[in-house]
């Protein structure tokens, strides 16, 4: 028996290390945390939400697969009821990266050190968090349900080094990965900040200068992209 997600969420439970104890956070259905254990990937697993609604629909769901001996509920406020080495990597999936954030900064007591992450917006203070936190991105990757595109992200506690901005906005592991919906992604960025440039402009004769590095920035990447084909 096995458990189909959706892209975004396959796309961060294959972003998970074989034999790793993993923490859900945020885990609602708790379809992350069972597929992981079906497919052998997690021996253990901690699925946590700040609501006792989501946990219920988690136990039904864990009960049908019986992965009750497996998976374990907890009600918990971000890593608030994680204790200290209770798992290897945590899963924090479908919040806004402002709120994923928060939550990382209350994580270092669980000695945690590898997160895979999924921001519903705010992708880019995400990474601007991580880059000025001591996390380094190992790994990002693009998903997309009807016409949004979603960010994973797989980062690790370390030293970072220091970026231009216009990472922040598109990681510079999906450039490096060649994603193949980074074009996409450009696209609809370049597209976003020739909106915000021209009702500046429109508004108060002169646009931001932060607003036009970014535009400029976004262009390189793409004509750099162009050269791959």
């Known amino acids: 028996m096995n458990i189909n997600l959706t892209p975004r969420l396959l796309a961060a439970a294959r972003k998970v290390d074989k034999g790793e104890r993993i923490a859900d956070i945020g885990t609602d259905h708790g379809y992350v945390p069972i597929y992981l254990i079906l497919s052998g990937v997690a021996g253990r697993a901690i699925a946590c939400d700040i609501n006792e609604g989501p946990l219920m629909r988690a136990y039904e ?8 001996d497996k ?38 007591h669980t000695g945690i050190d590898t997160f895979i992450l999924q921001p519903m917006q705010a992708q880019s203070k995400l990474r601007e968090y991580l880059y000025n936190n001591n996390f380094v991105i190992l790994d990002e990757e693009l998903a997309m349900e009807g016409d949004k595109i979603y960010t994973i992200i797989k980062a690790v506690r370390g030293t970072p080094k220091k970026v231009e901005k216009v990472y922040y906005h598109i990681g510079e592991k999906l450039i490096e990965n060649r994603d193949p919906l980074l074009p996409l992604l450009l696209d609809r960025k370049i597209n976003e900040y020739e909106k915000i440039i021209k ?3 429109t508004g108060r004769g002169k646009a931001d200068s932060d607003v036009y590095e970014l535009l400029k920035g976004f262009k390189k990447i793409k004509d750099r992209m162009e050269r791959w084909y």
């Open 61 to 68: 769901n864990i009960k049908k697969y019986d992965l009750c």
């Open 199 to 201: 009702g500046q402009e």
């Open 71 to 108: 998976i374990e509920l907890r009600l918990s406020d971000g890593f608030s009821n994680i204790g200290k080495d209770e798992a290897d990597t945590a899963l924090i999936l479908g919040m806004g990266g402002l709120l994923i954030a928060r939550i990382l900064d209350n994580s270092r």
